[in-house]
């Protein structure tokens, strides 16, 4: 059963952990919305179950939460499926209402998980919600929603301390997939700027094609990189949750925050980069020298952007180009001995790596 205040996160989670069940753990998940306050509540769990390849009870006009409840088990029951995941109406503040609503569904489906889903950014009023629901209702565990954002879970220790019940899963982005286990010492690291490599490399081992991978590692030895390496690169990089979502698990990113603002790097930018190098021939794709003035006129009305887009991103292929061949220089123990920093520029970390 998921609880929480309206706006938390709480129906887009349940479909984050309806997901992760399918996917990871093979199990036959039913949704179910049992909010029947916030107009088209039902329809937007039922949007999110299409999405994911999950089902969704059929809702019944004018059915209560508690009637709502009880079908769902009974279906779950009778048609075979593993766990049943109960949506529950918020409200925009704890009141007396929303506690008796969500006790009645309690003491009706017997849920054996009771997850808070809360919304990280909200600090300390988070911590107050989750000593209320676990005052009236007793719940199991929380997640946190929006962890990605700059708050960076400083909240998760107060309502930890607060309500004794573990954090035990944590959204890290929009996207359906953006789901992780809570880990102590990933959190505290985000916390501190230490970043989460452990994350980093899960959610790269997920994603990444390993084939590619290899092709492009062999071709980062000699030195070679081309357009479609790094259109590939960007491919990956969005399967991965974009550039917020990955940038967020670097150590010491945010000794850089200044110069990645002023670079404008977001999501929206990398689909218009994708599109541009899509919109070149093959050959402009291998040799990107062939781009002159009116090739790139040309692409830029094929991409729907413009020349100056363009020529940021023939200016980011050189420089990561100049960056392949120097790691190639290098060598695997150069890399050991001076890490990224050998290969960054001046102020940005590079020039002889991190000093403490």
Do not use: C, W
């Not at 940038?247 to 670079?263: D, T, V």
């Not at 023939?314 to 290098?330: I, P, V």
């Amino acid at each position: 059963m998921m609880v929480g205040l309206q706006g938390s996160g709480k129906t887009t989670s349940a479909a984050k952990i309806a997901l992760r069940l399918k996917t990871r753990e093979r199990k036959k998940v039913l949704l179910a919305s049992l909010d029947v306050q916030r107009p088209a509540a039902q329809e937007q769990l039922a949007v999110l179950g299409r999405q994911i390849g999950v089902v969704s009870l059929p809702v019944v006009a004018g059915e209560r939460p508690v009637a709502i409840a009880r079908r769902a088990l009974q279906t779950g029951r009778s048609e075979g499926y593993d766990v049943v995941i109960l949506d529950t109406a918020g409200r925009l503040h704890v009141n007396e209402e929303l506690m008796l609503e969500v006790a009645a569904v309690r003491d009706a489906a017997l849920p054996a998980e009771t997850l808070l889903v809360a919304d990280a950014m909200t600090g300390q009023d988070a911590v107050n919600v989750a000593k209320s629901f676990n005052d009236r209702i007793g719940i199991t565990g929380i997640m946190l929603t929006r962890i990605d954002g700059d708050a960076r879970g400083g909240a998760a220790l107060s309502m930890r301390a607060i309500t004794g019940k573990p954090i035990k899963l944590v959204g890290t982005g929009e996207k359906i997939d953006a789901l992780e286990n809570f880990h102590p010492e990933r959190i505290a690291g985000r916390i501190l700027d230490m970043g989460d490599v452990v994350s980093l490399v899960e959610k790269a081992s997920e994603t990444i094609d390993q084939e590619e991978a290899e092709k492009l590692a062999a071709k980062m030895a000699k030195g070679n990189f081309d357009l479609d390496d790094l259109a590939s690169q960007l491919r990956q990089l969005r399967k991965m949750g974009g550039m917020s979502g990955m940038l967020g698990m670097l150590p010491g990113i945010g000794r850089i925050k200044k110069q990645l603002s002023e670079a404008q790097i977001d999501d929206g930018m990398i689909k218009r980069q994708e599109a541009i190098i899509s919109s070149m021939t093959k050959k402009e794709r291998r040799n990107p020298k062939l781009l002159n003035a009116s090739r790139r006129i040309r692409i830029a009305s094929g991409s729907g952007t413009s020349v100056q887009e363009i020529n940021r991103l023939l200016k980011q292929y050189q420089d990561m180009a100049h960056m392949m061949k120097k790691a190639s220089k290098l060598g695997k123990k150069g890399m050991m001995r001076h890490g990224l920093a050998g290969l960054l520029p001046p102020g940005m970390g590079g020039g002889g790596g991190f000093r403490g």
